[in-house]
């Protein structure tokens, strides 16, 4: 194809493409470059009891100060595990019936320790609440006794700030889960309860108002094909609240992320909360900006979540169109 | 009959004196054990014992964990979340009395002499300032009395402003230490009515004191909710860092050589864990050495440690500025307190019932225990929380097993539980510890025999 004057309609496609490609690419350099150069004139102007407000470099430093601290654990770690070693021996030389454990390592977590800490008390979290959520939402959307039933006391639980209910959680699992070999730390579980009770309610809702508004033409197909009910769920519900579904997945798990920092740095459990707090109390001349890396990385771990939560929904959806956003 | 008591008191002490030889240590029954602490310089010993590797040498494998407050510690070594504690003397003191939480906390082992100051804000330093004389260089004479600090609390409750003042804990040794100071310049803190469900320490005060976790003092001083306070190091020294507040005085001018912090664990821990009990105790006694040996040689090492994120965490300089043997009171005017923070000399490490009773004295001076009790009562709950028995046993088993020799721990032959009475007190007031009614009589203010609010 080419138009009348000649010009190859590919070339003006390519050029459109280039430039629509180079505007992908600058315009968010050029919008991080003046936010970078704002912010570092902002700090250089904002000075604190602990020195001047934490730049761009100052961050970077840190970036490369808490990797190598790290580094340096985990040097600390093989030296400890290895000392053991050598201790376990001895005992056994003497005490033959000795049987050795090993021990874990007692040392700090570090900035990436508590980075997965965070992540798997977010995830573990998030997906106790799905599983309770996502079938809660469903059956309340196919009957309207139920959702009758059951609405005001979501509604009165939905705004309730997470934290409202942390001290709770934390007496109530202090008395139940009491064992003398436990599985999971307590912190853990105080964290994790404290995430899935903030995550349920969006899920809840938005399931349930993804299940009352499926098409009814797809409902009568389903009662002339008399479909029993569970397969009705799974041939047609499902799929068809599936973009509904996961909207309600996304704003959850951007609350228990919200969430999860606030949780940690309340209730000291490990985590990058306690990481925040932990230097805020330090008030070294340094804590600043890693509470500002602290900071950058939360954001940056939240991103990606909203992101791999919108990968997940492309490939189970079938209504692509709903995953652009 | 206090004498008598007392004697009953040696006694049991002396069973386990140095010159009677203990069977072998035998090996730890619990090995994995984690120990709580408050971010602040005197729990040095905890991270000394880790570091240097004490702890692994006694076959323990300990997690330290910095806590949130001195409640959440406390509550922790109760629930056997954490195994033991970097504790205000009070607190297992109080446990075991019932006041606050009730709950059966012993000691085997004192962590330290001294470390804490009381700072003011600057605006009250100003004001405070024209009372102190000077000295020829032109600067103030310490001790500074709160003499000085007494016509600005009249001014603030003249002006109908109520004077808030911090502390860390209602049974913390600061909280005595800063009514201490405030009593002997003639200012009333307040006292105390549990019974009565008052637990807020405010009752008559001039000065109203409040909680405040020892971290967040500098925060709180900077936002103007309190003018002063009285903690632990390294946060006084932070306020000057800071350039937001002075400290005034410290507690080794308030009470020369003050027991501190102690170690706490469990009763039921040291009694189903016998031999970890000791092994722990022979790791701090050994960090405590280490950290007061060669005249403090070791001591920028330590601060090095203790400036790690993971234990103080504050800067290498502000921790020093206390733990080398100085103390920069205005900024700009350090002066040596050679004796600033002290870990192993003087027999800091051994649990003294005297200094137990002290701390008794100060809950009835302030009503925190509302009845008058009689002296019998102070020595049998000092001999329920403090055990010296323990502490001398770890010491026995260090010696017999040549790690440390015999003349580090001469001085406490036939020791009896009680320091000779102590005369360096900011006021002149005499203490000793085998007569404690005799001792709650002799302040101006505060409850004596009889009072009860």
């Known amino acids: 194809m080419t138009t009348s004057e000649g010009q190859p309609s590919w070339a003006t496609n390519a050029l459109r493409w280039l430039s629509n490609h180079i505007k992908a690419i600058v315009l968010p350099i050029v919008g991080i470059a003046i936010f970078l150069i704002i912010w570092s004139f902002a700090a250089s102007k904002i000075d604190t009891s602990l020195g001047k407000f934490p730049g761009p470099t100052a961050v970077a430093t840190q970036v490369v100060n808490l990797y190598q601290e790290h580094n340096t654990e985990r040097e600390k770690e093989a030296a400890f595990y290895q000392r053991q070693e050598e201790r376990n021996a001895k005992r056994v030389a003497k005490d033959p019936n000795y049987v050795p454990k090993i021990r874990a390592y007692t040392g700090k977590e570090t900035f990436i320790d508590q980075i997965g800490t965070s992540l798997i008390t977010v995830m573990s979290g998030f997906a106790v609440a799905a599983a309770i959520a996502i079938p809660l939402g469903i059956a309340i959307g196919l009957s309207k006794n139920l959702n009758t039933a059951i609405n005001p006391i979501i509604q009165i639980f939905k705004p309730v700030s997470p934290l409202a209910w942390l001290p709770l959680v934390t007496m109530v699992v202090s008395a139940v889960y009491v064992s003398p070999e436990p599985m999971f730390a307590k912190s853990f579980l105080n964290s994790m309860i404290t995430v899935t009770l903030c995550c349920l309610w969006p899920m809840v809702i938005n399931t349930s108002v993804g299940v009352s508004a499926i098409n009814s033409d797809w409902n009568n197909v389903s009662r002339v094909l008399r479909l029993p009910s569970l397969v009705h769920v799974q041939k047609i519900v499902l799929p068809a609240s599936i973009p509904a579904i996961f909207t309600g997945m996304r704003l959850s798990l951007g609350i228990a992320w919200m969430v999860l920092i606030a949780a940690e740095m309340l209730a000291q459990n490990p985590g990058l909360g306690k990481f925040v707090w932990d230097e805020f109390q330090n008030g070294s001349s340094q804590s600043l900006s890693r509470i500002m890396t602290a900071v950058f990385v939360i954001g940056f771990i939240g991103f990606l979540l909203d992101r791999g939560m919108l990968q997940l929904q492309r490939i189970v959806s079938w209504d692509k169109a709903s995953a652009n956003r | ?453």
Request: aromatic fraction near 12%; proline fraction near 6%; charged fraction near 20%.
């Open chain 2, 1 to 453: 009959m206090g004498q008598a008591l007392v004697a009953g008191l040696c006694l049991s002490s002396s069973v386990v004196s140095v010159s009677v030889s203990a069977e072998e240590l035998g090996y730890p029954e619990k090995e994995e054990l984690k120990f709580g602490f408050i971010k602040l310089t005197d729990m040095a010993p905890i991270a000394i014992a880790y570091e240097k590797g004490y702890f692994e040498d006694e076959g323990l494998y300990v997690t330290i964990e910095a806590q949130a407050n001195w409640k959440v510690l406390l509550d922790g070594v109760i629930d056997g979340r954490l195994d033991g504690a970097h504790m205000l003397a009070g607190q297992p003191i109080a446990a075991t009395i019932g006041y606050g939480t009730k709950a059966e906390i012993i000691t085997p082992f004192s962590m330290d002499l001294n470390g804490n100051g009381i700072t003011v804000s600057n605006e009250i330093w100003k004001q405070m300032k024209p009372n102190i004389p000077k000295q020829s260089d032109g600067k103030p004479v310490h001790p500074i009395k709160a003499d000085a600090l007494k016509p600005v609390v009249e001014k603030y409750s003249e002006a109908g402003k109520p004077f808030n003042m911090g502390m860390v804990f209602p049974v913390s040794t600061h909280n005595y230490e800063l009514r201490y100071w405030l009593a002997a310049g003639g200012i009333h803190p307040g006292y105390y009515a549990p019974h009565k469900g008052d637990t807020s320490g405010q009752i008559d005060a001039q000065a109203l004191l409040s909680v405040t976790p020892p971290p967040q003092m500098p925060a709180t001083l900077e936002a103007g909710t309190i003018y002063g306070y009285c903690v632990g190091e390294p946060w006084n020294q932070q306020a000057v860092f800071k350039g937001i507040g002075v400290p005034v005085v410290t507690d080794y001018e308030i009470w020369k050589d003050n027991p501190e912090k102690v170690f706490g664990i469990t009763k039921a821990f040291a009694e189903k864990y016998p031999n970890t009990t000791i092994r722990l105790t022979r790791a701090l006694i050994r960090a405590a050495k280490w950290l007061d040996e060669n005249n403090n040689a070791n001591r920028p090492e330590a601060v090095k440690i203790l400036s790690q994120s993971n234990y103080v965490g504050a800067d290498y300089d502000v921790i020093a500025n206390s733990m080398t043997g100085t103390f920069e009171y205005e900024k700009g005017d350090k002066r040596a307190v050679p004796d600033f923070n002290v870990f192993f000399r003087y027999n800091a490490t051994y649990p003294f019932y005297s200094d137990a009773i002290w701390y008794l004295t100060q809950m009835r001076r302030w009503g925190q225990i509302s009845d008058d009790k009689p002296d019998s009562w102070y020595f049998d709950v000092a001999k329920k929380v403090y055990r010296p028995d323990i502490y001398m046993k770890a010491v026995q088993s260090l010696v017999d097993e040549k790690i440390m020799p015999a003349t580090d721990f001469a001085s406490l032959d036939g020791e009896d539980g009680f320091r000779s009475p102590q005369t360096h007190f900011i006021d002149n007031i005499v203490y000793d510890g085998t007569k404690p009614n005799e001792y709650i009589n002799k302040f101006n203010i505060g409850l004596k025999a009889g009072d009860k609010i």
